[in-house]
């Protein structure tokens, strides 16, 4: 295929050169009806792009099948079969993957470790999900994907299961065994589908961790505005093989999907698998080598321990090195006030922190000079660190609850706010999940324990944020009625 090509963009240029007046929708008229405010601040580029998909990018029928062909692109360039363009994030892309497999009532294996999408899709479908132990890494505190074993033995017991869901890499960078994985999920004559949110660099480069497709997974999702060039919200699905029916897929997420989806964020996208295909290798080459510079330099501060392969032996199959994930504990100081230092004092925002971490991601569009602002400032950090609180977070050696109601049964029961101190033994009807990451703590049908609770209410007073809460201040657990 002709990866020169970029359909979406050379649309979007025609479209501006034959000089088309829309009577259409968006009502900002490619900005002219925008507040010189606004422009001021946005620029009105972004108004003159944001044009009409059909009767506006291509015609009423769609018929110059313009995002066809770059999704068509898009799979040629990532060894998938079939790629499709999602504008609702992967957050929707999950849920979709989730109605693509298994109906209300069906069972699903999941990894725990999963993204709160998962319970939201969990919720909206009444699937029922087969839990699967994260790899839990007591020495880090840290949540790893789950073993091909502890899968191979999930597919085993629930052979009635229609398919595995596994997140890979994790938002901290660690990845599954997803050739061998595929390999156990095919040998039970099941779907493998991967949460790739964090992985739309891995197919540009041998040296980074197997992408899903390559490792013949049939279906993974990604949110190319995490850790590629694209807009924010922008995700593809990515299947190969035929154990997902395309027009399955197609049917229920258009029971999700936007009417509206934005031309920005597709021409971004067609942009973006350009970029890679003719640049990619060369960019990371470059990228990892700074990574590796990174990586060392901050290794070397004082208190400072980057995680690295190494640390992890045995727990995973590989790891993104662009996740700079560093273990601040030796300082005594939490990860949440060091975040919050970081960007008070020096204008830096940190990817994820947490209790004893704090996380940066790298990407192509780093160079030596965001390197060297992100190196003085973890400096001078690595300096004041005996200044900032510690955490005086509860981290329980098990943070896993029993699932014992449907997640969608539990989430639309009759349920009651109880106090916190009141919660233990209570079935949750909410997801509490501290955010970033993103991963809930507690999800609607699960019995909360004490341990759980005070991870939570302890965390929550050393910097942890839990947006999805009822009562973000979880002085209140919203428990089903008993
Ligand atoms: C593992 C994982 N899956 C899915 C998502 C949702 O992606 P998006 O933000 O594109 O909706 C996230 C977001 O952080 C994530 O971490």
Request: hydrophobic letters at 40%.
């Amino acid at each position: 295929m002709d990866h020169s090509r970029a359909p979406i963009l050379e649309a979007l240029a025609a479209y501006h050169a034959s000089g088309q007046t829309p009577f259409t929708p968006p009502g900002h008229k490619q900005g002219r009806g925008v507040d010189p405010r606004v422009a001021e601040v946005m620029g009105l580029d972004v108004f003159r792009s944001d044009v009409l998909a059909t009767a506006g990018l291509d015609d009423r029928r769609a018929s110059g099948g313009v995002v066809q062909e770059a999704e068509e692109l898009m799979a040629d360039a990532v060894d998938a079969d079939q790629a499709f363009f999602s504008t609702c994030g992967s957050s929707l892309s999950v849920k979709t993957a989730i109605m693509a497999t298994a109906g209300p009532g069906e069972k699903l294996i999941i990894g725990r470790d999963a993204h709160k999408s998962v319970g939201s899709g969990l919720v909206l479908t009444g699937v029922i999900p087969v839990w699967v132990d994260p790899t839990w890494d007591h020495e880090r505190q840290l949540a790893h994907p789950p073993s091909v074993e502890a899968f191979a033995a999930a597919l085993k017991a629930h052979p009635d299961a229609k398919g595995v869901l596994v997140v890979s890499p994790t938002p901290y960078g660690t990845c599954a065994d997803l050739t061998e994985l595929t390999r156990v999920c095919h040998e039970h004559g099941r779907p493998l589908l991967v949460d790739e949110a964090w992985g739309a660099h891995l197919p540009f480069h041998p040296d980074l961790p197997t992408w899903a497709m390559d490792a013949g997974a049939d279906m993974c999702v990604t949110s190319v505005h995490k850790m590629g060039s694209a807009l924010e919200q922008s995700s593809v699905f990515h299947l190969r093989g035929d154990r997902i029916d395309p027009a399955l897929l197609k049917a229920r997420s258009d029971l999700l999907n936007t009417t509206s989806s934005s031309v920005l964020i597709y021409a971004a996208l067609d942009g973006w698998r350009r970029q890679m295909v003719e640049h990619g290798r060369a960019t990371y080459d470059r990228t990892l080598a700074l990574a590796h510079h990174v990586r060392a330099a901050a290794d070397d501060l004082d208190g400072f321990h980057v995680y690295g392969r190494a640390d992890y032996d045995g727990m995973i199959a590989d790891m993104d090195p662009l996740q700079v994930v560093v273990d601040v504990s030796a300082t005594g100081a939490s990860g949440y006030a060091m975040a919050d230092w970081l960007r008070e004092h020096h204008q830096i925002n940190m990817h994820l922190s947490d209790h004893r971490r704090i996380s940066a991601q790298l990407s192509h569009a780093d160079d030596e000079k965001s390197a060297e602002a992100l190196l003085a400032a973890l400096r001078d950090l690595a300096d004041r660190a005996g200044e900032l609180p510690a955490a005086q977070v509860r981290v329980p050696g098990d943070l896993r609850l029993d699932q014992v109601m449907a997640p969608r049964d539990a989430f639309f029961a009759e349920t009651e706010p109880v106090p916190a101190d009141r919660a233990a033994g209570r079935i949750s009807a909410e997801m509490l999940t501290p955010y970033p990451p993103g991963i809930p703590a507690a999800l609607p049908g699960e019995r909360l324990t004490g341990d759980v609770l005070a991870y939570l209410t302890t965390g929550l007073r050393s910097g942890m944020v839990i947006p999805d809460a009822w009562d973000s201040s979880l002085e209140t657990i919203r428990v089903v009625k008993e």
